[in-house]
């Protein structure tokens, strides 16, 4: 009886793999939409720059 308990309720579990790569995966979704915003803020400064520079021009 012990054993049927047992595997009973062992098919509503997730295995936690799938959650821990889920929330790898959305770990990494967010680190890539911080780095987009960093590369953002990095291109905007050399394009003002360099707008500064062809205005000299």
Same mark, same amino acid.
């Given at each position: 009886?012990?054993?049927?308990?047992?595997?009973?309720?062992?098919?509503?579990? !997730?295995?936690?793999?799938?959650?821990?790569?889920? /929330?790898?995966? /959305?770990? !990494?979704?967010? %680190?890539?939409? /911080?780095? !987009?915003?960093?590369? *953002?803020? %990095?291109? /905007?400064?050399? %394009?003002?720059?360099? *707008?500064?520079?062809? *205005?000299?021009?």
């Amino acid at each position: 009886m012990d054993k049927l308990e047992q595997v009973m309720g062992s098919f509503g579990k !997730r295995p936690k793999s799938s959650e821990s790569t889920n /929330k790898k995966r /959305k770990w !990494r979704e967010i %680190e890539l939409i /911080k780095e !987009r915003f960093q590369l *953002e803020k %990095e291109l /905007k400064a050399y %394009e003002d720059s360099l *707008e500064f520079m062809l *205005e000299d021009f």
